[in-house]
């Protein structure tokens, strides 16, 4: 009969030669053979031949329920912390923050100057298509007698779509900065609570 091994964490029985458990993941180390008893109403090991579970205080009937058992000698791993699981939890979104964060910024300064660059190059002659463009597009809409007409419209037209795509980039950076902050909060009080 193959000799079984308790988990030290949760309990489950593991075959002997096994490194992890197979239920709960802990550490199953090689030491010295033991008797414990196992508290029917926790499951925790005590040491053979206790009256009392020194987790929850039932009363092991005869000593609780004889087992070998493998004595625990390499310290386990230390414990995730909830910040860190939290952070690795939300490393994409956060990463989607910045880049909407960046390009937000790019398309709001980089537009606007645009914009202005395009109305210098327009005004001092550059461009003498764009302004026959702009003219027969005013003269379809019934603008021609304002001078300039066209070049402002266009101007103050990219001017607007480049402050409202830019700061929705930036606003959709902001949702993401605040879903993380509000699971931080969620989420470690959570964990806190389910410790």
Do not use: H
């Not at 075959?15 to 197979?22: D, I, L, P, T």
């Not at 010295?32 to 926790?42: E, K, P, R, S």
């Not at 597009?137 to 402050?163: P, Q």
């Amino acid at each position: 009969m193959q000799q079984m091994l308790t988990c030290p964490k949760c309990g489950a029985q593991n075959a002997e030669g096994q490194k992890f458990c197979v239920d709960c993941g802990a550490r199953l180390a090689s030491g010295i053979q033991q008797q414990t008893a196992v508290c029917a109403n926790c499951g925790l090991q005590n040491t053979a031949g206790q009256k009392y579970c020194v987790a929850c205080g039932g009363k092991l009937s005869g000593g609780g329920q004889q087992q070998d058992s493998v004595t625990q000698q390499a310290p386990s791993a230390p414990p995730v912390t909830a910040d860190a699981k939290l952070s690795q939890k939300y490393a994409l979104l956060s990463i989607t923050a910045i880049i909407f964060r960046i390009i937000g910024l790019v398309v709001l300064v980089g537009g606007i100057l645009g914009s202005l660059a395009l109305a210098v190059l327009a005004v001092q002659g550059a461009m003498p298509e764009l302004m026959d463009l702009l003219d027969r597009g005013m003269e379809i809409l019934g603008v021609v007698e304002v001078a300039g007409a066209g070049l402002a419209v266009l101007v103050f037209g990219s001017i607007v779509g480049s402050l409202l795509c830019g700061l929705g980039f930036l606003a959709f950076s902001e949702l993401c900065n605040a879903v993380i902050t509000i699971e931080e909060n969620t989420g470690s009080q959570d964990l806190a609570r389910s410790q």
